[in-house]
C-alpha cells in the first residue's frame, strides 16, 4: 500500500485538534502555532499528492483501503482521481491562508482553531474518500461547526444567519440523507463502495425519482438558485477566514457531491433532470450578478458573486451531462471550483483584513482607500478583476471552457451568461469605483496598511490565480483524465 | 537571430519591465522608469527587425487542450503584422520618453511607467497573434491596461468614472466579440487566424452565408466598442480623464486601433458578406459625420482630438468595409502616427500653459511653443488632409475605395466628414495660433518657452512622420502585397477641394481679423444644441440604459428579500409556531387533561351506543 499519504493528510488536522483541545486556553499562541504547522504540513503533503499523482494513467490513486464495518460493507477507502486532487489542493491552501488570517484573532482562540480544523477535516474527508458511508458521515462534520463558528465569531446578525444557514444545510441534509440510503438499498450490493456502486446499472426510474434529491440536496450546500438564500447571509456574517473556507471551499463540497455521486451513480437521472437544473444554474448566474448590483456591503457584493459564479460550475456539471461537449463542460465546473475557491478566499481574506481595521465593510462608508491601504486594496483588485473573468487570472479559464458548451449545447443560455459578463464588471468596478477610488476619506487616514507577513498569505493566492491564469494547462492536465472517464458516460 | 526569439523579446520586454517595475521598484521611480524605458527599446529594435526581415511562416505552440479545444499560442509574421507591429512599438516607446517629462512631478509615477509597459506588452502581444483566442486575451488585456491608465489619478471621481465606463463599454462590445468567436470555435473547432481564412478549409467553407453574417456582426460589435464606433463610443472622449500622453497612446496606436486591426486581420471574411459590410458602412459613416460636429463645438482641445479620433476611426472602418483593404491600413498607421503627436503637443501646451482650453491656450501665449505650435500645425494638417502630409495620402486612397465600391450615400457621408474634419481641425489651430487681439498680452507661465526635451524630443520625431509617412504608401503596399492603383492627380482634386473648403470656412470664422470667432453652427440653434449635448447619446446612456439595469438589479433585489427571504423565514416561522400551538396539548394542567378525556370517553360512548 505505501506511504499512506491521504491518511497523514487527514491526521495533520485531526492530531492538531486533538492537542489544541488538549491545551489550556490561554495558550494562545501555542493554539496558532499548532494550526499552523499542520495547515502547512497538510499543504506541503496535498503539494506531494498533486506531483506524485500521474495524469496520464488517471483514475484514482494513492488507494487505501481497510475494512471498518463489513457486516453493512463499510470500507475506510481513501483515493483520489484528477479531481480530488485539485480539490485536496483547494483545501489545503484555503486553509494554510485562513489560519494566517485569522492570527490576530483574541476572542476564544483555542475554541475557533478547533472548531475551523475540525471544519477543515470533514472537507479533506469527502475530497479523498470512496466510500458512500464516510461521504456523507465527512459531510455533516463540515458542515456542522459552521454554526458555532458564526454564532460566536460572527458579526452583523449572526444569530439569524447561523440558523438559517444551519437550516438550509440540514434540509438538505435530510433530502440527502433518504436519497443515499435509497441507493444503498436499490443496489443490495451489501456495500457503501462508490466505485461499487458506480458499476452497478440503477434501473431508469429509480434514477429519475431519486436524483432531483441528491442533487437539490448537495445543490443547497453548493448555493443552488433558488435555494441560495443562506449563502450570502452567511457569508456576511462569518468572520474571515470562515468565510474563507466557507465560500472557498465548504461550497465546493456540494458541487462535488453532484459530481461523484449524483452524476457517477445515477447517470441517466442527471441526464433526464439537466436541462431543468442547467436552467436554475444559468438562472443564479445572471440573478446573482444583478444582486450583487445593489449591495451596500462589500461581503453581501461578494455573497451574491458566489451564488454566480457557482452557478457556473453547476452549469458545467449539467451541459456536461447532457454529451454535447461534455469534456469542456466538466473541466470548466472542476477548475471553475479550483478558481472560485482560490478568488473568494483572496476576497474575504482581504474584505476581512479592512473590516478588521475600519470595523466596517459597507462600501459607503469608504472612498479612496486605494491612497491608505494600497496593498490591501490592488490585492482586492487582482481578486476583483478575476472574479470579472480577466485573462491572466485563473477564472477565464474555466468560464471560457463553460460558456463554450453553453454555446454548443443551449445556445440561448450560452447567450445570457455571456452577456451576464457585463454585470459581472458592472458590479465589481462599482465597489472599485465607490470604496478605493475618488478622493480619500481622512476618517482612514490613520487605518495600517498590509505589512511584513501579512502580504504573504494574500500574495500566496494571488500567484495561484496567476499562475493558472497563465498555465491552465497545469490544471487541465490533471483533471482532463478523469474528465475523459467521466465524459465518456455521456 | 531566430525570428520567434526576436518577438518574444519584442512582446515580453514590456511586460517584464511592468512586473520586476511594480513588484521592486515601487519605492525608486528612477529605476522603474529606466527599466520600462529599456523594455520599450527592447520592443523597438526587435519590432524594427522583424519588418526588415520581411514577411515568414506564421511560428505556433501548444498551449494547452482540453476537450477538442487546442489552444495554440504563436506569432503572425505578414505585412499588416510587422508593419503596425513597428508602428506601434515605436509610438509606445516615444509616449514613454514623453512621459518623463509630462510625469515627472507625479508622486506615482512607477505605477504609471509600470502600466504603460503592461500596455504595451498587451498591444504588441495582441498584434502579433496567430491564434483568435490568444488575439481575444491580448485585446482584453489592451482594455484592462486602457483601464487602470484611464484611471490613474483615481483620486479625481471623474477619472475613476471614466475608466470605469471605458471597462464596461467596451465590454459589451467583447460579449458580442466573445460570443462570435465561440460560435467560430465551435462550427470549425479552430482558431487559427491563417486557417480561418482560408477560402477552401475555412470559416467560409464551414459555415452557411446567413450564419458567416452572424458571426461577423457579433465580431464587428467588439470592433465597435474597441473603435469606439456609434452608439459604442462615448467611453472615448471620457477617455481623456486620463493623463494626456495616455490619450495619446490610446488614440493613436493601441487600444483604439486594436478593433480596426482586427477588422484588417480578419478581413477576407468580412469581404464576405456583404449584410456585415453594408452594416459596417452605415454605422461608420454615421459615426464618421457625428462625432466630427460635436469635434466643431468642443473648446476642450483634447476633447476635439478625442472626436476627432472617432471619426478617423470611422474613416478606416468605412475604407475596409468598402474594400479598401490598403486604404484601411494606410489610414490606421498614419492616423496613429499624426494622431499621437496632435496628442503629444496638446500635452506640451497643458503642461505648459494648465488650460486645456483652446482659446485660453491662444491667450496665454501658445503659438510662442515653438516646437509644439509646429508639431500642432503639420499634425493638424496631416489630420484634415493637406497635401503632402500623411492623412492626405491615406485619405485620398479612402475617397478612392469608397468610389469604387460606388454607393452615392456613403462617398457624399465621406465628403462631408472630411469637409468638417478640415474644418474642426483649422478651427483648433486658429484659435491657437490666432488668439483674440483684444484680450490680455500673453503672459510668460511656467519655464522657458516651451516644454522639456524629453517632451519635445518625440514632437519633433512624430513631426517628420506625420509629414513624410504619407510617401511611404508604395512601400507599404508592397509589404502587404496589394495591388495598389496610381491615381490621376485631376481625381485627387475634389478632395483637395473640399479640404481646402473647410480650412477656408474655418478661417473666415476663426482666423481672419474681424471673425466673430463662435462658427458657424451657432446660426443654427438646433442644431448647435444637438452637437454641443454630443447628440444625447450619453443622456440616452445616463437616463434610460443606467436607469433600466437600475431598475431590473432592484426588482431582483426585491424579488431575494420579500420573495425568497421572506417566504423561507415565513417557513421556519410557521414550523415554530406548530410547534407552539402543538405545545399548548402540553400545558401539564389537570383540568384541561380531564376535560379532554372527558370529552373523548364522551365521543366514544356515544359512537358505541349508536352503534
Same mark, same amino acid.
Do not use: Y
Given at each position: 500500500m505505501g506511504f499512506p499519504v491521504l491518511t497523514f493528510i487527514l491526521l495533520c488536522p485531526t492530531l492538531a485538534l486533538l492537542v489544541i483541545m488538549a491545551t489550556p486556553a490561554s495558550r494562545v499562541s501555542f493554539v496558532r502555532w499548532t494550526a499552523a504547522v499542520s495547515s502547512a504540513l497538510s499543504l506541503a503533503l496535498s503539494v506531494f499528492v498533486w506531483l506524485g499523482y500521474d495524469a496520464a494513467a488517471g483514475g484514482l490513486q494513492f488507494e487505501e483501503i481497510v475494512p471498518w464495518v463489513p457486516s453493512v460493507g463499510i470500507t475506510y477507502h481513501m483515493a483520489v482521481d484528477g479531481y480530488g486532487v485539485a480539490l485536496l489542493m483547494l483545501n489545503s491552501l484555503v486553509y494554510f491562508a485562513g489560519v494566517l488570517t485569522m492570527? =490576530?484573532?483574541?476572542?476564544r482562540v483555542k475554541e475557533y482553531f478547533a472548531f475551523m480544523i475540525l471544519l477543515v477535516i470533514g472537507v479533506y474527508g469527502v475530497f479523498m474518500t470512496q466510500d458512500l458511508f464516510f461521504f456523507f458521515f465527512f459531510y455533516e462534520i463540515a458542515v456542522v461547526p459552521m454554526y458555532p463558528l458564526i454564532l460566536i465569531w460572527g458579526s452583523t446578525r449572526k444569530e439569524y444567519a447561523a440558523m438559517k444557514l444551519m437550516l438550509f444545510l440540514l434540509a438538505g441534509s435530510a433530502l440527502l440523507f433518504p436519497a443515499l440510503l435509497a441507493i444503498y438499498h436499490e443496489a443490495g450490493l451489501g456495500t457503501f463502495s462508490l466505485v461499487a456502486l458506480a458499476q452497478h446499472e440503477f434501473t431508469r426510474e429509480f434514477q429519475i425519482f431519486v436524483y432531483p434529491f441528491a442533487y437539490v440536496g448537495f445543490g443547497v450546500l453548493a448555493g443552488?438558485?433558488?435555494?441560495?438564500?443562506w449563502s450570502p447571509t452567511g457569508h456576511v456574517a462569518a468572520p474571515s477566514a470562515v468565510s474563507m473556507l466557507h465560500a472557498g471551499v465548504l461550497m465546493k463540497l456540494g458541487a462535488f457531491g453532484v459530481l461523484a455521486v449524483c452524476v457517477r451513480l445515477l447517470p441517466d437521472g442527471a441526464v433526464y433532470w439537466a436541462p431543468i437544473f442547467a436552467g436554475f444554474a444559468a438562472a443564479g448566474v445572471v440573478y446573482g450578478a444583478f444582486v450583487a448590483l445593489k449591495q451596500t456591503d462589500f461581503k453581501f457584493v461578494i455573497g451574491f458573486s458566489s451564488v454566480s459564479h457557482m452557478g457556473i460550475v453547476l452549469l458545467g456539471i449539467n451541459l456536461g451531462v447532457m454529451g454535447i461537449a461534455s469534456a469542456d463542460a466538466f473541466n470548466g465546473a472542476v477548475f471553475q471550483m479550483f478558481a472560485h475557491g482560490i478568488m473568494t478566499a483572496l476576497f474575504f481574506s482581504t474584505v476581512g483584513f479592512i473590516y478588521d481595521r475600519a470595523h466596517s465593510k459597507t462600501i459607503a462608508d469608504f472612498g479612496g482607500l486605494g491612497s491608505q491601504m494600497p496593498r490591501a486594496v490592488s490585492i482586492f483588485i487582482v481578486a476583483g478583476l478575476c472574479g470579472a473573468g480577466l485573462p491572466g487570472l485563473a477564472s477565464f479559464w474555466p468560464e471560457m471552457l463553460v460558456f463554450l458548451a453553453a454555446m454548443k449545447t443551449v445556445p440561448f443560455i450560452g447567450v445570457c451568461i455571456i452577456a451576464a459578463l457585463v454585470v459581472t464588471a458592472l458590479y465589481v468596478l462599482r465597489v472599485f469605483e465607490q470604496a478605493f477610488f475618488g478622493p480619500p476619506n481622512p476618517k482612514w487616514n490613520s487605518l495600517r496598511d498590509l505589512e511584513g507577513w501579512e502580504v504573504f498569505p494574500r500574495a500566496l493566492l494571488v500567484a495561484v490565480l496567476l499562475f493558472f491564469g497563465f498555465a491552465p494547462r497545469a490544471m487541465l492536465d490533471l483533471i482532463g483524465s478523469s474528465t475523459n472517464l467521466l465524459a465518456a458516460g455521456f | 537571430m531566430n525570428p520567434t526569439a526576436i518577438t518574444v523579446a519584442t512582446t515580453f520586454a514590456p511586460f517584464l519591465a511592468f512586473a520586476v517595475a511594480l513588484l521592486f521598484f515601487m519605492k525608486r521611480p528612477v529605476l522603474a522608469k529606466a527599466i520600462v524605458l529599456l523594455g520599450g527599446l527592447v520592443s523597438v529594435v526587435g519590432s524594427l527587425m522583424l519588418l526588415a526581415g520581411g514577411p515568414r511562416e506564421p511560428v505556433r505552440f501548444l498551449w494547452f487542450a482540453s476537450g477538442d479545444v487546442a489552444l495554440r499560442f504563436g506569432f503572425l509574421y505578414d505585412g499588416l503584422s510587422l508593419s503596425f507591429g513597428a508602428v506601434v512599438a515605436v509610438i509606445t516607446f516615444c509616449i514613454q520618453v514623453y512621459s518623463i517629462g509630462y510625469m515627472a512631478h507625479d508622486p506615482a509615477k512607477t505605477r504609471f511607467f509600470a502600466m504603460l509597459g503592461l500596455f504595451g506588452w498587451a498591444m504588441l502581444g495582441f498584434v502579433y497573434s496567430v491564434d483568435l483566442l490568444q488575439a481575444f486575451i491580448f485585446w482584453e488585456l489592451v482594455g484592462l491596461a486602457s483601464f487602470f491608465l484611464i484611471g490613474f489619478w483615481y483620486e479625481k471621481p471623474s477619472a475613476a468614472a471614466a475608466a470605469k465606463k471605458a471597462f464596461i463599454m467596451t465590454r459589451v462590445g467583447d460579449v458580442g466579440l466573445f460570443i462570435g468567436i465561440l460560435i467560430i470555435l465551435n462550427s470549425v473547432g479552430i482558431f487559427d487566424i491563417p486557417a480561418l481564412l482560408d477560402p477552401e478549409t475555412g470559416l467560409r467553407a464551414a459555415l452557411s452565408p446567413g450564419m458567416l453574417t452572424i458571426v461577423m456582426l457579433l465580431i464587428f460589435v467588439g470592433i465597435m466598442g474597441k473603435s469606439a464606433q456609434f452608439p459604442l463610443h462615448t467611453w472615448l472622449p471620457d477617455a481623456m480623464e486620463g493623463p494626456t500622453p495616455v490619450s495619446a497612446l490610446l488614440h493613436s496606436a493601441t487600444m483604439v486601433a486594436a478593433g480596426v486591426y482586427l477588422f484588417a486581420r480578419l478581413n477576407p471574411l468580412f469581404m464576405a458578406s456583404e449584410t456585415t459590410l453594408l452594416t459596417v458602412l452605415y454605422i461608420s459613416t454615421f459615426t464618421a459625420i457625428l462625432s466630427s460636429t460635436v469635434a466643431m463645438v468642443e473648446r476642450d482641445i483634447k476633447k476635439v482630438l478625442a472626436y476627432s479620433s472617432i471619426s478617423q476611426l470611422g474613416f478606416m472602418l468605412m475604407a475596409l468595409a468598402a474594400g479598401g483593404f490598403f486604404a484601411g491600413v494606410f489610414h490606421l498607421i498614419t492616423h496613429a502616427l499624426f494622431k499621437a503627436l496632435l496628442f503629444l503637443c496638446a500635452g506640451s501646451y497643458i503642461h505648459h500653459l494648465e488650460t486645456n482650453d483652446m482659446e485660453e491656450i491662444g491667450r496665454r501665449g501658445g503659438r510662442k511653443m515653438r516646437w509644439t505650435t509646429v508639431g500642432l500645425v503639420i499634425g493638424g494638417g496631416a489630420l484634415a488632409g493637406i497635401p503632402p502630409l500623411a492623412g492626405f495620402f491615406s485619405k485620398e486612397e479612402i475617397f478612392a475605395a469608397l468610389s469604387h465600391r460606388g454607393i452615392l450615400i456613403f462617398q457624399a457621408g465621406a465628403f462631408a466628414a472630411a469637409f468638417l474634419t478640415a474644418y474642426y481641425t483649422f478651427r483648433m489651430i486658429f484659435l491657437i495660433l490666432l488668439p483674440a487681439r483684444t484680450e490680455e498680452p500673453a503672459h510668460a507661465h511656467?519655464?522657458?518657452? =516651451?516644454?522639456p526635451l524629453p517632451m519635445l524630443a518625440p514632437i519633433m520625431l512624430l513631426t517628420l512622420a506625420a509629414a513624410g509617412v504619407g510617401f511611404g504608401g508604395g512601400w507599404l503596399a508592397r509589404l502587404l502585397d496589394v495591388e495598389r492603383e496610381h491615381h490621376a492627380i485631376t481625381s485627387m482634386l475634389p478632395a483637395i477641394g473640399i479640404v481646402l473648403a473647410g480650412v477656408a470656412l474655418a478661417w473666415w470664422d476663426f482666423g481672419r481679423r474681424a471673425a466673430t470667432r463662435t462658427g458657424f453652427i451657432t446660426a443654427v440653434k438646433p442644431l448647435h444644441t444637438l452637437f454641443t449635448n454630443k447628440w444625447y447619446v450619453d443622456a440616452f446612456y445616463a437616463n434610460v440604459v443606467a436607469r433600466l439595469t437600475d431598475m431590473l438589479a432592484g426588482l431582483l433585489q426585491t424579488v431575494e428579500n420579500k420573495g425568497f427571504d421572506d417566504s423561507f423565514d415565513g417557513a421556519a416561522r410557521g414550523v415554530v409556531e406548530t410547534g407552539s400551538f402543538t405545545a399548548k396539548l402540553q400545558s401539564g394542567w389537570v383540568q384541561s387533561y380531564a376535560a379532554v378525556a372527558i370529552a373523548m370517553m364522551s365521543i366514544l360512548g356515544i359512537y358505541l351506543g349508536l352503534r
Open positions: 492570527w =490576530d484573532l483574541s476572542l443552488m438558485f433558488p435555494f441560495h438564500g | 511656467g519655464h522657458g518657452n =516651451d516644454s
